[in-house]
T-cell receptor, first 115, second 118 residues
């Protein structure tokens, strides 16, 4: 079974600064997907970024990028030029490639952007 | 594209009654739907996975007779909380996936339903 660990329950950062959220996971799978989801106060889950394990290049989406270290089973999210709208819960999630379609979520990090 | 709706968004019911929550994929066919439960300030816990036309697969510890899931069409899944009690009060979220499209295993989430049992 897969496990996902987010060791930072809460973080805060000044607006316009850069923040990194950490995530580690454990799996015996060789190919899989990793995701970062954002859950703002509305509680709608929003996909921020995804990474395919077989790709060595780190995924980027505008101000969001990941540092994917497959050997270390680490998948951190970097938010650059943080904005007030980035305030939310952030969940790291693991998804197997085939067969088991379930997503396994971490416990989340509550990020607050301070004006 | 890939919009998922839930209805109702908020429901209050009396203890002992049953409540049905609907999850619809609006612009794609959901071959698989997932139901999650989220307690305040906690993560999403998967309750069950349902494939269209077949019985749902429940996670360990989830009472299948209490949480009835029906996925009768490619655009609709329902979760019925039977004989609800205050401890069933929670935020219920569904997600949907079309295996023919989601080569990257992505799930699309509904906005959630807040259930309060008095």
């Amino acid at each position: 079974a897969q496990t996902v660990t987010q060791s930072q329950p809460e973080m805060s950062v000044q607006e316009a600064e850069t923040v990194t959220l950490s995530c580690t996971y454990d799996t015996s799978e060789s190919n899989y997907y990793l995701f970062w989801y954002k859950q703002p106060p509305s509680r709608q889950m929003i996909l921020v970024i995804r990474q395919e394990a077989y790709k060595q290049q780190n995924a980027t989406e505008n101000r969001f990028s990941v540092n994917f270290q497959k050997a270390a089973k680490s998948f951190s999210l970097k938010i650059s030029d943080s904005q007030l709208g980035d305030t939310a819960m952030y969940f790291c999630a693991f998804g197997a490639t085939f067969g088991n379609e379930k997503l396994t979520f971490g416990t989340g990090t509550r990020l607050t952007i301070i004006p | 594209g890939a919009v998922v709706s839930q209805h109702p968004s908020w429901v209050i019911c009396k203890s002992g009654t049953s409540v049905k929550i609907e999850c619809r994929s609006l612009d794609f066919q959901a071959t698989t739907m997932f139901w999650y439960r989220q307690f305040p300030k906690q993560s999403l816990m998967l309750m069950a996975t349902s494939n269209e036309g077949s019985k749902a697969t429940y996670e360990q510890g989830v009472e299948k007779d209490k949480f009835l899931i029906n996925h009768a069409s490619l655009t609709l899944s329902t979760l019925t909380v039977t004989s609800a009690h205050p401890e069933d009060s929670s935020f219920y979220i569904c997600s949907a996936r079309d295996w023919r499209l989601a080569v990257n295993n992505e799930q699309f989430f509904g906005p959630g339903t807040r259930l309060t049992v008095l």
